[in-house]
């Protein structure tokens, strides 16, 4: 660097003299980069170290075989560096990490040569033999962690036969694994007051080898599993999840195919929590391929609502996931117009006051769907568009002639025009005032006008609109 090289040549350089160390430090020193650069997240020291001292095929961890961090760092002649705050162990610069990665012929197997390890460490005897829901020490296990959590994305990046039979021989029995609670608890999926009450008493009960792999997305695994013996495939974990669930969930499609091939599979099974089937679920996380998969199965039911009775459309619509309410209406037995039970509303109002003005184009398509339906409160989607100040879906709404604009709600008695002047929405106002069939005069059920409250909330532009109507 200093004779004018680049970055490039330096790296290159120190490489080869990583190579060329002598005894096995050339190998661990690899070793380490390909950990560090191909890890799921950055990992500490002890870590790495345990990574670094599994043999495959050993069937526990032999302390004598973990090299020392000194060891390691020094493998590497100054291209890794260890935080002082964290431990944690870095690539000396960002631009290293693209040299290594632009030599293909550096790491051929990375993630199926980490997989092995994951998988060889959980299934060490000492692994296996710790309570899931007793949650003991296990502090002095530095890859437990790791490997519980991240042995699926390797897996699914390096599958090869050593690994389906490592994968293979954690998931029987995994609901009694401990590797199976860390899963669990350490996942983006949030388990819930009742979930992870349940998890940490009881441990992972039902959530089986074959939940497991559908969780993870693992085909490869799903496959040979449901082969190996006769499973209920709609049996329910400690949540009330069925393999199906988790592969909706986690927008697991390669698993939903499989998983629907099979007609026992139940589509629309329902877990414990809030009656939510498959599909609801991959609606509420917007998997719009998993939906869309999912639909395809004749008899599923996608009217089937959940706890509070809105439908998985009604919860696309409040999301806005356009491509999502496009799947649902292309199903002839969608019903678009289904109200929830708790409030009575339909996929329209939800979109209407969620401000999704693409969805609510989607759904005033359809003529069985009525733009003036009220909710509980007697809200109509109008209601709702003018009370939120979303203009566009107001335009929308008032080009139809068959839009009552100055329907009142049940609970105060105000229109449209009523909720958005007490808002302050002055360009909601201007297009309402636009219509004849507006009365700006009305009053509520507390006699109050829409300038009495437009003045009691402040709403000087509000004002400022209907004294522009008077001069004219």
Not at 234 to 252: E, K
Not at 306 to 321: F, K, M, N, Q, V
Not at 348 to 355: I, K, R, V
Request: hydrophobic share 40%; proline share 3%; glycine share 10%.
């Amino acid at each position: 660097m200093v004779r004018g090289n680049g970055l490039s040549d330096a790296y290159t350089a120190t490489l080869t003299r990583l190579k060329t160390q002598k005894g096995n430090k050339s190998q661990l020193g690899m070793k380490v980069l390909m950990w560090v650069l191909y890890s799921e997240r950055p990992l500490r020291a002890e870590e790495l170290c345990h990574a670094l001292g599994v043999r495959i095929g050993s069937t526990d961890l032999d302390l004598e075989n973990i090299p020392a961090l000194g060891t390691l760092i020094s493998s590497c002649v100054g291209l890794v560096t260890v935080e002082a705050s964290s431990s944690i162990i870095r690539l000396v610069h960002f631009t290293l990490q693209e040299h290594l990665l632009s030599d293909h012929t550096l790491f051929r197997s990375s993630h199926s040569t980490i997989a092995e390890v994951c998988l060889t460490y959980l299934n060490f005897q000492s692994v296996r033999d710790i309570l899931p829901a007793a949650y003991s020490d296990i502090s002095t296990l530095h890859l437990l962690h790791y490997a519980s959590l991240h042995w699926g994305e390797h897996t699914r990046r390096g599958m090869t036969e050593t690994v389906a039979i490592l994968a293979l021989r954690l998931l029987d029995r995994f609901s009694e694994h401990i590797a199976a609670s860390l899963l669990l608890w350490g996942s983006s999926i949030a388990l819930g007051t009742h979930g992870g009450f349940t998890l940490l008493i009881r441990g992972p009960r039902g959530f089986t080898g074959l939940h497991g792999a559908a969780f993870l997305g693992i085909v490869e695994i799903l496959i040979p599993l449901l082969d190996m013996k006769k499973w209920d495939v709609n049996a329910v974990d400690f949540m009330g999840n069925t393999a199906l669930t988790w592969a909706a969930r986690r927008g697991r499609e390669e698993v939903i195919k499989v998983l629907l091939k099979r007609m026992d599979v139940n589509p629309d099974r329902v877990g414990t929590e809030d009656d939510r089937t498959p599909l609801f679920w991959a609606v509420e996380a917007g998997h719009e391929a998993a939906v869309r998969i999912l639909l395809e199965r004749e008899d599923l039911n996608p009217n089937q609502g959940c706890g509070d009775g809105i439908t998985p459309l009604g919860r696309a619509a409040s999301e806005g996931y356009e491509g999502i309410v496009g799947a649902f209406l292309e199903r002839k037995d969608i019903n678009p117009d289904h109200a929830d039970r708790e409030y009575d509303r339909t996929p329209l109002s939800w979109a209407a006051s969620g401000g999704h003005e693409g969805v609510v184009k989607m759904l005033l398509e359809r003529d069985d769907v009525d733009p003036n339906r009220a909710d509980t409160l007697g809200k109509t989607p109008l209601s709702w568009a003018a009370e939120e100040g979303h203009e566009g879906i107001v335009e929308v709404l008032l080009e139809r002639e068959d839009v009552n604009p100055d329907h009142a709600d049940t609970e105060y008695g105000r229109t449209p025009i009523f909720l958005a002047s007490q808002n302050g929405h002055e360009r909601v106002v201007r297009l309402l005032l636009e219509r004849e069939d507006v009365n700006p005069n009305r009053v509520d059920k507390s006699g109050g006008t829409i300038l009495d409250w437009a003045a009691e909330e402040g709403e000087e532009g509000v004002l400022e609109v209907f004294l522009e109507r008077g001069r004219r």
